[in-house]
Structure formats: structure tokens, C-alpha cells
């Protein structure tokens, strides 16, 4: 019997035709599977300790916090986060639907559509800041633009300018450089005025969101520094113990909010379409500060970890130049886990005001806003 008078072909190539359409469907399925949603918005991330998920794990530097008992409350384990837990971006990374945001130099396969995490602990606006033991702004921008070319080999250029620029950016930088000259050797302030220094670290500011805009990035969001001295490593370089802040770096933190109020407002005016969420960190931490237990909190003088007077010596772990330290039995009733880093409790409750936060407290856009628009 030939094929053709098999009584069964008809049945059998309907069979052919529906697994072959069957197939067609699944491939064109697979293929629309690598895209991206439509309303897809991925989390770029810069900065210094406040959002480093633990890049320092991998190179050569003292600064990090892959040791116990960073991780103890959420994670359970170190994850090289200076925090007990989670951090602010961790936590916008949540109310955004994201993952948790990786840290660029972390091994492995790195997908980079839903965003990657840049910042690294102790990392400054200026090269000079902590060099040679973090990743320094300039390096931090040198590193998206390479992800920026991997996504348009992976995505296209039509859909990787899309990923781009629905993208938001998300930075901390500035403290780490206004502490430095108060605990190191540099003479900086010595051959410029305090307005000369912060007008260096808003301009390299500045240089890496116009770089940014380039690229096709238009939505940013930010933190100003505030009340910087008033932690508790910094309150025990004051002489005598008095549990005052140290007003010389807070008077520089300050400096930096002006400018960079300036700085965007010009920004905004200048570059077309660029939005941006500044969270007052001045305002949210000074009114924790001052009444922390109006926010759950015991205490917002003594950190959770470390020792010396306020726990402000940072020795939080041992594994430092000190290594005796105290630990609380519950982080959460802390305003600082460390001596100089907020607890997951503290950073859970700015995320929430960047995130929805008022006009006063995050403007002109929140972050919910700019994921929005």
C-alpha cells in the first residue's frame, strides 16, 4: 500500500499540519520570551555603602561587610551589605517588582535586564577619595557603559535604547568624600575652600548623570546628605564625648544639598526630558534622630554593633584594626546598625518615602512616579 492509499494519511498530515503550527506558535513564543514586557523598567544603581550589595567582596580592600554579623536578620548569612539586612535599594528593588539587584563584579551570568548594582562601599565622587580599596564613581559609569553595549549585542539597539531609557538610575555618592579629609591624611582642605571641594564632587556628579543622559538614561533618583556627622563613628571624633555631631562634615554635608538642589534644577532646565526624585535625607534622618521612638526605634545615638563609646568605633565583626566589639539582641529597636550604617528597619522606612513619599520629602517626583512614567 502506498502512502496515498493509506486510509489514515488524511488524519495523519492533519496531525503533521497541527504539531508544525503547534510548533511555529511555541518558537514565536520563545523568541517574544527573550523581549520585554511592555511596561518593563530596570534599576541602574551607583554609589557608595548605603547601596553596595557587596561588589568590595571581590578585590583586594578592608572595606567590607562579607562577615558576621552583617546578613544576621533577613538574609542570614553575610552578603557583603553593611546592614544586618536589606538595604534602601533592596527595598525599592521590591516595591519596583525587580529582584534583588546584583552586584556587577559577582560571577556569574549576568542577564543586566532588570538592572545591575554599581555602588561600592567607601566609593567618593572623587577618584582621590579611598583610593585604591573602592570603586570610584568614574569607574562606576566606566562599568555601565560597558552593560550598555552588552545589552545592545544581547537586546538590539531598538530594544536596548528602550531598556535604557525607561531605565531608572539611582545614586548615593558624596559622604565618603567629606568624611575622608577628616580621617585620613589628606591636606584637600587646606588648598580649597569647603565650597571649592563640594562644587569638585557635585561637578563629577554632575559629569557621570550627563554621561548617563547619553546614553539614552533620563529618569534619576537621589539622596542629599544632611546631618552626616551625627553618626556614630564620626560623634566620637569629637573631643570630650559629648554626643555632639561633628559639625565640620556636617556643615560640608550641607554645602553639598544646596549645590545639588542647584545642580538638577539646572539639569532639569537643560537636558530635555530628564525627571528626577531627591529624597531629603536631611529631613527623614533628623526626624529620627531626634524622636526615634516615634518610629520604633529605642535609641538613635548607639549603634547596634561595634564598641567604644556610642558603639561608634566601627569593629563591628572583628575583623578590622579592632577587633572587640558589642553586639545588641535586636537590631531593630536601632536606629544605626553599625557605627556608620542604618538597619534594615531604618532603611525599610526611607525606601518607603522615596518610594511614595510627599513632594517636601521626595520631589519633585517620587520613585513610584518615575517607575511610572
Not at 493509506?6 to 517574544?32: E, H, T, W
Not at 587646606?190 to 548617563?212: A, C, W
Not at 533618583?221 to 555631631?245: D, R, W, Y
Not at 538613635?300 to 567604644?308: E, F, L, R, V
Amino acid at each position: 500500500m502506498t502512502y496515498s492509499e493509506n486510509p489514515f494519511s488524511s488524519m495523519a498530515s492533519l496531525r503533521f499540519f497541527l504539531c508544525f503550527f503547534l510548533f511555529c506558535g511555541s518558537s514565536l513564543n520563545l523568541v517574544r520570551s527573550h523581549g520585554l514586557p511592555k511596561n518593563h523598567v530596570a534599576l541602574f544603581i551607583f554609589g557608595d555603602s548605603l547601596f553596595d550589595p557587596g561588589n568590595n567582596n571581590y578585590f583586594n580592600t578592608t572595606a567590607r561587610a562579607n562577615y558576621w554579623p552583617y546578613g544576621e536578620t533577613f538574609f542570614k548569612y553575610p552578603t557583603g551589605r553593611f546592614c544586618d539586612g536589606r538595604l534602601t535599594s533592596d527595598f525599592i528593588a521590591e516595591y519596583a517588582n525587580l529582584p534583588l539587584i546584583p552586584p556587577y563584579l559577582q560571577p556569574g551570568n549576568h542577564q543586566f535586564t532588570y538592572g545591575v548594582n554599581f555602588a561600592s562601599a567607601g566609593a567618593g565622587a572623587l577618584a582621590e577619595t579611598n583610593r585604591g580599596f573602592v570603586i570610584d564613581l568614574k569607574t562606576q559609569l566606566s562599568y555601565f557603559k560597558k552593560v550598555e553595549k552588552l545589552l545592545r549585542q544581547k537586546l538590539g539597539d531598538a530594544e536596548a535604547k528602550a531598556l535604557i531609557s525607561k531605565a531608572v538610575y539611582l545614586t548615593n555618592i558624596g559622604p565618603s568624600d567629606y568624611i575622608a579629609p577628616f580621617t585620613s591624611n589628606s591636606t584637600v582642605l587646606q588648598s580649597f575652600s569647603k565650597e571649592e571641594y563640594v562644587g569638585m564632587v557635585i561637578g563629577n556628579l554632575t559629569d557621570t548623570i550627563k554621561e548617563i543622559y547619553r546614553k539614552g538614561g533620563r529618569k534619576f533618583g537621589f539622596l542629599n546628605i544632611g546631618e552626616l556627622g551625627c553618626v556614630p563613628s564620626l560623634k566620637i571624633l569629637v573631643a570630650g564625648n559629648t554626643g555632639s555631631c561633628f559639625e565640620e562634615i556636617t556643615q560640608l554635608g550641607k554645602l553639598n544639598d544646596v549645590a545639588l538642589s542647584k545642580a538638577l534644577q539646572e539639569l532639569e532646565i537643560n537636558l530635555k526630558e530628564f525627571k528626577y526624585a531627591k529624597h531629603h535625607l536631611d529631613i527623614s534622618f533628623g526626624e529620627r534622630k531626634n524622636n526615634p521612638e516615634k518610629y520604633g526605634f529605642k535609641t538613635a545615638d548607639i549603634a547596634c554593633c561595634g564598641s567604644g563609646p556610642y558603639r561608634g568605633i566601627p569593629s563591628c565583626g572583628g575583623k578590622r584594626v579592632v577587633t572587640e566589639y558589642e553586639l545588641c539582641s535586636d537590631p531593630t529597636e536601632y536606629l544605626f546598625f553599625d557605627s556608620d550604617h542604618l538597619s534594615e528597619k531604618a532603611n525599610m522606612q526611607i525606601a518607603r518615602l522615596m518610594w511614595s513619599g510627599a513632594p517636601n520629602i521626595t520631589g519633585p517626583y517620587n520613585l513610584k512616579a518615575l517607575f511610572e512614567a
